[in-house]
């Protein structure tokens, strides 16, 4: 339907439209509205036809805006086929078209309390009100997904039909059976009707939609942007099983039309807007929840309040919305105040902070986290996304890119959903023209301070690139920050922001520093002194006698935890011993799987990390193993070696840490669950559950403490 080049020239003059484009304003304002047309028309059609908007619902409120001003300075302008003449459209020829049975129209847009409190001085003006009364409005949320109108005749289901251009929608009754909240059969009678057509919002809900996409991304299909898309292209599938498969919803908002068995309109018999809504609902219909998600308000200021809070809360409903919509309550006012040919006079969305918006790719950066994993971070111009400018939005991994295929210098459509983590959605293809340049992802760390550039490398079944070596300081302040923690080398008195501090002193550029500290000009700073100083270092001194398993976990080796780091200690007498270490020789050691052992083997052939080893080694860190200090546990020898074991009850002579001491010794593995997996429970006094359910798994060695002290020696 468009060219590329014509889509790429349409979004320009949009955007110039939007930027207040001081070239636009030269132009006649024949030109103007004739240029404005057409970009309305483009986007249209991308949102109704194609569901697939370059734009955000604000800024095509906006040309919208902009054309209805201009043509209202200059009627003579107007022309018949110019959208403000018409509602928009989503008919597509799939279908077969059919007339509402009354216009179905769109609503007028508001951002703010001005808008507003402008559209409630309006109506009353337009009924001749006193500008004090109080208009009552009925406050409802506005569905964000795809309309729909349902006619009923004699209690049952006759038709319903997409909204099309608001005079004629495409049929599809047989979807409509589909979903399970529109009833087939529903009791008008009790109402005095017995035809009507209701108008609602066919949705799906976020936790479904997440599901579904997560079940074509494991079929290897492409994943829907949104849970809007999601509904209403569930809504057009040509197969109805494949709608049921969807789980939509609807949610009805008006009452239409309803007439009675002679004809006559019965519209009249609701008074209000509420009370319709009721009537529906007692008969069957979905409507939204009175007194949580709609309410009735006094007066437009508390109309205002709901739909503030809503704005507040939007993220926490189950559905997308993307407003409110505050509408006279009165049928009466209702009627009173009538349409245009776009929109009723009484009621009006209230829109809330676009979540979407489309920008400019500018260019990529890498950010490295402390096992080195390289992240690209996309620097797009900032766009306002639900209240909050954003410039940087994270593309996660390589992959990522990939399948997106984006590009520097492409538009891309950016999303502010549920959570607060703005991504990318898409690049929007058709408006490249061609100067758009591949996102080159680096081989080598972009981060590295040294003049020796670091080949990155990519663990298979990881999504990851990462950086192998300590040599780049933003990966090494982790490191370092990591390698002092707690459950590390724990030295005490060196926490993460003292280790900031002294990183950015330039004092700590690799973990072999900590070790070289000057304690003089430590003892200089503010805040610290001789006292604090000596007793950093004597934590220093301390960290440095550490038995090893603590210095091989505390090396940011990934999946190098404090049980494998443990086991592994247990198979050597030297840190270094490890560079020799291949796959083979892993595979003899019980608990190690092979993601592990490739990164002990990636690190210990490195010479970067052989050589910072080799510098703490001189700087009196201890890489080696001492008897006393090789855990017990693992090798594969003992009494219960191989076996798993748990205790329960309360023990006579060992605490519960000492006696899995004990059996670790002894080449036990514990755990903390009685399953299959389970080899032996040893039994202290007032056993329970544990007991009963060991014994009638049959397969459990079943033991007291005494005979554990036996077994173990
Ligand atoms: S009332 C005659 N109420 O918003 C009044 N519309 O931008 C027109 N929408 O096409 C509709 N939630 O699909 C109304 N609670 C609600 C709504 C709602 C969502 C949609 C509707 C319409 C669009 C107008």
């Known amino acids: 339907m468009y060219s590329q080049q014509e889509q790429r020239t349409l979004f320009d003059l949009s955007k110039a439209f939007l930027n207040g484009g001081g070239a636009l304003e030269k132009e ?28 955000s619902d604000a800024e095509y409120d906006q040309l919208y805006k902009m054309l209805e001003k201009l043509e209202e300075e200059h009627p003579e302008l107007v022309t018949p086929d ?26 007028a847009n508001s951002y703010n309390e001005e808008d507003l409190v402008e559209f409630d001085a309006q109506i009353k003006r337009y009924l ?24 009923y005749e004699d209690n049952r289901l006759a038709r319903a039909a997409t909204r099309g251009n608001g005079t004629v929608g495409e049929e599809m009754t047989n979807n409509a059976r589909a979903i399970r909240s529109i009833p087939l059969r529903a009791d008008f009678a009790a109402l005095g009707i017995y035809k009507a057509e209701l108008r609602g919002e066919v949705l799906i809900r976020k936790d479904v939609f997440k599901k579904i996409n997560e079940q074509r991304e494991e079929d290897g299909l492409s994943l829907f942007a949104n849970a809007r898309n999601t509904a209403t292209g569930g809504l057009r599938m040509k197969d109805p099983q494949e709608v049921a498969k969807r789980g939509l919803e609807a949610f009805i908002y008006t009452l239409g039309y309803a007439v009675d068995k002679d004809g006559n309109d019965v519209l009249s018999r609701f008074s209000t807007h509420e009370e319709s809504l009721n009537r529906l609902n007692e008969i069957g219909f979905k409507v939204p929840v009175e007194g949580e998600e709609r309410t009735v308000c006094k007066n437009i200021k508390a109309a205002l309040g709901f739909c503030h809070a809503w704005q507040d809360k939007r993220d926490d409903y189950p559905y997308e919305i993307d407003g409110m919509v505050v509408k006279v309550n009165s049928r009466e006012l209702q009627e009173r ?21 489309t920008s400019r790719l500018l260019r990529v950066e890498y950010q490295v986290g402390k096992i080195g994993s390289i992240t690209p971070v996309a620097k797009i111009e900032p766009v306002q996304l639900a209240g909050v400018t954003v410039s940087s939005v994270s593309l996660h991994n390589e992959d990522f890119i990939k399948s997106k295929d984006l590009r520097i210098g492409d538009m891309v459509l950016v999303e502010r959903a549920g959570d ?16 758009e340049q591949p996102i080159e992802f680096p081989k080598y760390c972009p981060i590295n301070d040294t003049d020796e550039p670091v080949e990155l490398v990519r663990i298979e079944g990881e999504a990851a690139w990462r950086c192998p070596v300590c040599v780049c300081g933003a990966q090494n302040l982790q490191k370092i920050i990591f390698h002092v923690s707690k459950n590390a080398m724990d030295v005490e008195g060196l926490g993460k922001s003292i280790v900031e501090r002294f990183y950015e002193l330039g004092w700590l550029r690799t973990i072999a520093d900590v070790y070289r500290l000057d304690y003089d000009k430590v003892a200089e700073l503010e805040g610290f002194g001789e006292k604090s100083a000596a007793n950093l270092k004597e934590s220093v001194e301390k960290a440095k006698q550490n038995p090893i398993h603590r210095l091989l976990h505390s090396l940011s080796i990934h999946h190098l935890g404090q049980k494998v780091s443990k086991i592994i200690a247990a198979g050597i007498n030297h840190v270094l011993d490890l560079k020799g270490w291949d796959m083979e020789k892993f595979t003899h050691i019980k608990d190690i799987g092979p993601v592990v052992a490739e990164n002990i083997i990636a690190f210990f052939s490195n010479e970067h990390n052989i050589k910072l080893l080799e510098e703490m080694e001189a700087l009196g860190v201890n890489l080696k193993q001492t008897e006393d ?9 003992g009494p219960f070696a191989g076996k798993t074991i748990l205790f329960t009850g309360t023990l006579q002579t060992l605490s519960r840490k000492e006696a899995q001491a004990k059996a670790e ?13 389970l080899d032996i429970l040893v039994v202290g006094e007032k056993a329970g559950s544990k007991l009963k359910k060991a014994q009638a798994l049959g397969t459990v060695e079943i033991m007291t403490e005494e005979e554990f002290l036996e077994r173990v020696g």
């Open 28 to 55: 006649s304002p024949d030109e103007q509205a004739n240029k404005l047309r057409q970009v309305i028309e483009y986007h249209e059609y991308r949102y109704y036809i194609l569901n697939d908007p370059v734009i």
């Open 82 to 107: 110019s959208p403000t003449q018409r509602v928009s459209s989503d008919l597509s020829s799939d279908f077969p078209s059919v007339e509402h049975l009354t216009p179905m129209l769109s609503l």
């Open 128 to 151: 001749n009100l006193p500008e004090d009364q109080d208009i009552e409005y009925a406050v409802e949320p506005k569905f964000d997904g795809g309309s729909i109108a349902v006619v």
């Open 337 to 357: 105040a009538g349409a245009t040919s776009h929109h009723p006079r009484w009621a009006i969305a209230f829109k809330f902070k676009a979540k979407q918006a």
């Open 420 to 435: 607060v983590i703005p991504y990318i959605v898409k690049a929007l293809d058709e408006l490249r023209d061609g100067s």
């Open 629 to 637: 200090d090789r855990p017990k546990a693992a090798s594969g020898d």
């Open 665 to 677: 010794a002894a080449g036990a593995r514990n755990i903390s669950a009685i399953s299959g997996n």
